[in-house]
C-alpha cells in the first residue's frame, strides 16, 4: 500500500490531506521587511479650525494644554439680520429681539478655561 508524502523539507508541496500538513513557506532572501517595533510619538492636532457653536474638546494654541472650551454667545451680523427681517414682516412689538435672546442666532466665541485665550469665533453669518 502507497502512503501520501509527508514530507516537511522546504519546497516539497505535502500531499496528506490531513488537517496537520503545513503550507510551504517560500522565503526571498532579497526581500526586506521592517517590523513594527519602533513607535512614532503622535503629536496632538491643534484645531484652531472651525469649532462650531457648541463646546469642543482642542489643544489650546496659547498653552498648548487639551482642554474643553469656554462659549460665550454674542449677537452678531446674523442676530440683527434676523432682528431686521422680524421688523419687515411686522413683529416689531418685542419679537423683534428674539435672536438677542436665543444662541441659535448669536456668533459662538470659543475660549480656553485655563488661560482665557480666545481660540475661535463662529459666526452665524
Known amino acids: 500500500s502507497s502512503l501520501p508524502s509527508t514530507s516537511n523539507e522546504p519546497g516539497s508541496i505535502p500531499t496528506s490531506s490531513s488537517p496537520t500538513a503545513s503550507i510551504p513557506t517560500v522565503s526571498n532572501p532579497t526581500a526586506s521587511v521592517s517590523s513594527p517595533t519602533a513607535s512614532v510619538p503622535t503629536q496632538p492636532v491643534i484645531c484652531s479650525g472651525n469649532l462650531g457653536p457648541e463646546p469642543a474638546i482642542t489643544t489650546c494654541t496659547n498653552c498648548r494644554q487639551r482642554v474643553t ?12 439680520l434676523i432682528c431686521l427681517a422680524f421688523i419687515l414682516f411686522g413683529f416689531v412689538f418685542g419679537c423683534c429681539l428674539i435672536p ?15 488661560c482665557n485665550a480666545s481660540l475661535h469665533v463662529h459666526k452665524r453669518l
Request: proline content about 4%; overall charge negative; aromatic content about 22%.
Open 69 to 80: 472650551t469656554n462659549v460665550v454667545y454674542k449677537a452678531g451680523a446674523f442676530a440683527w
Open 100 to 114: 438677542f435672546f436665543m444662541d441659535a442666532f448669536q456668533d459662538a466665541h470659543h475660549s480656553c478655561p485655563q
